[in-house]
Structures are given as structure tokens and as C-alpha cells.
């Protein structure tokens, strides 16, 4: 991966974490929504939650400084904030099950123009297994994608329909790429925001499902 993907990568994070509000209880998935952590402003009090088991995940350790006895769902080292807490993963899909996450913040493979989800598995590929995505998807008050706009073959990952089998029908709220920001509502996408250099023509020209604009598109900060 060169500079210019991990810049990426941490641009579409970091606007990710705009949408993270003081008080929430927030799920973060593997990959680019774990690097939202960093963004969210150091006076919220916001709880991460993990569904291995953990209230209040915290920071990556120090090199040298992790415990080998805690990690974030995606077996990667992390800390544990003050008052934080530990619990069965019973529990902690408790919690999710019964929609008490503000937010969760997913990645993705595809997204249809209805908000359908499909992030767990490309067929043929192997796969450590669904996770949390299905509950995730379904349950949280709000749900967040990010992901790269084009796939690795040029293909746009906003589809009319997904391609791929699916993580969980029309659950999501916002999609956050590397070119855009793209508002699922009422079974529409409107495009929002555009990331610099990208002008709404560019992203109107490389999604595959069609996009309302919306009336006063801004530029992503």
C-alpha cells in the first residue's frame, strides 16, 4: 500500500468521525472505521464498543506496550479508556441486539441504491466468517460505510444492486468514499459532499447507481 491509500484511508476516516456525536456508544468494524478512533475529538466522552467483549475500547497501545490478553474484535491490540469494562460476548451482542448502538461505522464491498449491505464474504474467497456485520447492520441506530468508491477492477461499489450476497437489506444511512459522501434515504442516494479533487460530475460519472444531488453540495474539509 502506498502513502497515497493510507492518506486516503484516514481522509475518509476522519470524516467518519464527524458523524460521531458526544455520549454516543459507537461500533467500529475492522479496517478504515477503526482509524475513526483517532478523529473523535478528545473532550467527547464517547464509549467504543467491541463485540468480543469490551465497553470503552480505548487507543492502539505503544509499540511494546500491548496486552497480549486485549484486543479489539479484529484481533489487533488496543487499550481500555478509564471506567471501561469488560463482558462475554454474549453480552455484547446483547447490547446490540437490542439497539442501544448510536452508530456503527462498517466497511464494505458493495452498497445498493436501497441501502443494502454486502461486506462479508466475495464467493470462492476464503472467509473467517460473517462477525458482527448482520447484527451490527441491522441494529444500530445509525449505520456509516466506508470504503473505496471503485474497485480494485475500476468498478463502482455504489450499485443499483448488489452483486455480492448480502449482509443485511436497506439498513444503511450514510456512505463515506474516497470521492464522496452519498445520503441513503428513502431508497435514494444523494450526494452530498465530494472529496477534493473529485467535482459531483466525476462521482456522477463513476457510480454505477444514479444520484440525486443535493442542493447545496459541499466539499469534504
Known amino acids: 500500500m502506498g502513502m497515497g491509500d493510507i492518506d486516503l484511508r484516514h481522509r475518509i476516516a476522519k470524516r467518519a468521525a464527524q458523524e460521531i456525536e458526544d455520549g454516543m456508544i459507537v461500533n467500529l468494524g475492522i479496517g478504515i472505521p477503526t482509524l475513526a478512533a483517532d478523529y473523535i475529538p478528545s473532550h467527547y466522552e464517547v464509549w467504543l464498543h467491541a463485540e ?14 500491548e496486552d497480549p490478553n486485549l484486543c479489539n474484535a479484529g484481533g489487533f491490540p488496543i487499550t481500555l479508556t ?4 469488560y463482558m462475554d460476548s454474549t453480552t455484547a451482542f ?6 442501544m448502538l448510536d452508530m456503527t461505522i462498517l466497511g464494505a464491498l458493495e452498497v445498493s441504491s436501497q441501502g443494502d449491505l454486502a461486506n462479508w464474504i466475495v464467493p470462492g474467497k476464503r472467509v473467517p466468517g460473517m462477525g458482527g456485520a448482520i447484527e451490527l447492520a ?5 449505520v456509516v460505510v466506508v470504503m473505496s468508491h471503485l474497485d480494485k477492477h475500476g468498478r463502482s461499489k455504489v450499485k443499483t444492486a448488489c452483486s455480492l ?10 456512505i463515506i468514499t474516497d ?15 465530494v472529496m477534493p479533487p473529485f467535482q ?3 462521482v456522477i460519472r463513476a457510480t454505477e447507481a444514479p444520484l440525486i444531488l443535493a442542493p447545496d453540495v459541499k466539499s469534504v474539509v
Open 165 to 174: 450476497p448480502l449482509t443485511a437489506k436497506a439498513c444503511v444511512d450514510l
Open 82 to 85: 478509564k471506567g471501561g469494562s
Open 52 to 65: 468480543n467483549g469490551i465497553m470503552g475500547a480505548g487507543a492502539s497501545p505503544l509499540q511494546g506496550e
Open 200 to 202: 459531483p460530475e466525476d
Open 138 to 142: 441491522q441494529k444500530a441506530k445509525k
Open 179 to 193: 470521492m464522496a459522501v452519498i445520503e441513503v434515504k428513502s431508497q435514494l442516494l444523494i450526494l452530498r459532499e
Open 94 to 99: 446483547g447490547i446490540i441486539r437490542k439497539g
